[in-house]
């Protein structure tokens, strides 16, 4: 079936850094993907997404690119403040009624 | 502008015990979901709705039920509590299918089974 894999966190940063989580994913068809970014103690939100390939979503100085070569959605952002620090959540959907969500990867920056 | 909400936040349960997680929307959205979350496995799906009346199976519905008697509210019930059924429970909605609109999400409901 379809699955999403995330890397392993935690992904620890100094402040202005540059941020790389790796997503790649399988699936049948052209699913849509998406990144949910998680704050301690709150539901997930929406960050950015992406609905065909080659297409790239951004939001607040993310961003990721649809690779369909390679099965991938890395989620970038040029440089991270301490507030960016939350669980990353990689998702896709076959356009089905659901989403699937990879593991989750928690990201801590630092001053 | 409320969006998703889940009562209660928190929740301690004796085994054996059963509870009702409320979850309401004010979006007039047709899908709902419930999700749990476990520590390290990212997000499971216990059941869905693609409106009232209608209620669906997800990957992990063992031990739950559900209803949809209105689009607004979706309330998931756990009859005889177990220790594997300590998590944290999301509830979500969206518009349409999730891959056009993606999902609203509630804050959550921690529940421990002791």
């Known amino acids: 079936g379809d699955s999403v894999t995330q890397m392993e966190g935690p992904v620890t940063l100094s402040e202005e850094a540059f941020l790389t989580i790796n997503c790649t994913y399988t699936a049948t068809g052209y699913p849509s993907l998406f990144w949910y970014v998680q704050y301690p103690g709150e539901g997930l939100q929406l960050l950015l997404k992406a609905t065909k390939a080659d297409d790239k979503g951004s939001n607040k100085g993310f961003e990721a690119t649809y690779r369909k070569e390679t099965t991938s959605f890395h989620l970038e952002k040029g440089s991270v403040q301490v507030s960016d620090s939350a669980v990353y959540f990689c998702?896709?959907?076959?356009?089905?009624?659901?989403?699937?969500f990879g593991t989750g990867t928690r990201l801590q920056v630092f001053p | 502008n409320a969006g998703v909400t889940q009562t209660p936040k928190f929740r301690i349960l004796k085994i054996g015990q059963s509870m009702t997680l409320q979850c309401t929307q004010d979006?007039?959205?047709?899908?709902m979901y419930w999700y749990r979350q476990d520590p390290g496995m990212g997000l499971k799906l216990i059941y869905y709705?693609?409106?009232?009346?209608?209620?669906d199976k997800g990957e992990v519905p063992n031990g739950y039920n559900v209803s949809r008697s209105t689009t607004e509210d979706f309330p998931l019930r756990l009859e005889l509590a177990a220790p594997s059924q300590t998590s944290v429970y999301f509830c979500?909605?969206?518009?349409?299918?999730?891959?056009?609109?993606?999902?609203?999400f509630g804050s959550g409901t921690r529940l421990t089974v002791v």
């Open positions: 979500a909605s969206s518009r349409g299918t999730g891959g056009t609109y993606g999902y609203t």
């Open positions: 709705s693609v409106g009232a009346g209608i209620t």
């Open positions: 979006m007039n959205h047709n899908y």
């Open positions: 998702a896709l959907s076959d356009n089905t009624d659901k989403l699937i």
